[in-house]
């Protein structure tokens, strides 16, 4: 027997008024992510033994820059969907879950602010 | 009707141990740990605004020995997460659930991700030397 109505079935949202939207876009960010960490991976090792100026030679280039932001953008917002499952799973007191989620989730978006401000300053500074 | 008694999952000690269990666990470990290797990124975006002198300092703090030995950590995560992700992408796509094929992506991220860290970690040195 389904109790839910004809609409609530087609929209296909479930308890959480939110579908697949979160598992979606996990796939997604993880998707943008492999070639990121990759090119991330080898820029770091390239610049292992460099100093303060052939950084931020490196991040002044218009590709490294965009790069670095794309890399910003899609790695936080993966991270924050992560940290958020497993908050969810460990932390059972509401009152603590939704404080440590919105901390966590505060916290994520300033340092991904903080980062692509960073970028910037180098990159135009 | 109260909330609980609604079912839950049993407990993971009824289950018999199977190692693909410590690869599903260290995938959120590993995350977990690269949430606070995003600190890092940061950490080091910043330094890089905020001038050389500062940027020598977190320079100096990452090439010190616990410094590498982080990194090292963090490569190894690194690599295992991206490898173990895409493990998890082919099942979305519905491939590699059958037991012997879920072993042998294991063994097989495994692998990858200790020969990914040694391969990065030898450059780093061989560039170093030169």
Known sequence: MNLRSPLARARGLGAAHNGT????????????????????????????????????????????????????????????????????????SPGRKFLTLITMKFGTILLAIGAAFAVLKVAFG | MGTRSRPLSPHLQVYRFEWTMLLSITHRITGVGLAVGGVLLFWWLLALAVGPAYFSVVQAI?????????????????????????????????WGFEIKTARNSGLLVLAGSILLTLASWMAIYAMRGA
């Open chain 2, 62 to 94: 990452l090439s010190s020995w616990i410094g590498r030995l982080l990194l090292l950590g963090w490569t190894w995560a690194m690599f295992y997460h991206l490898c173990n992700g895409i493990r998890h992408l082919c099942w979305d796509i519905g």
């Open chain 1, 21 to 92: 939207n979160h598992w979606w876009v996990q796939r997604l960010t993880s998707i943008a992510l492999a070639p990121l960490m990759l090119w991330i991976a080898y820029s770091f090792i390239s610049l292992a033994t460099s100093d303060h100026a052939a950084a931020s030679a490196w991040l002044r280039s218009p590709i490294n820059a965009i790069l670095m932001l794309a890399l910003i953008a899609t790695l936080f917002h993966h991270m924050q969907l992560g940290l958020q499952v497993v908050i969810e799973d460990y932390v059972h």
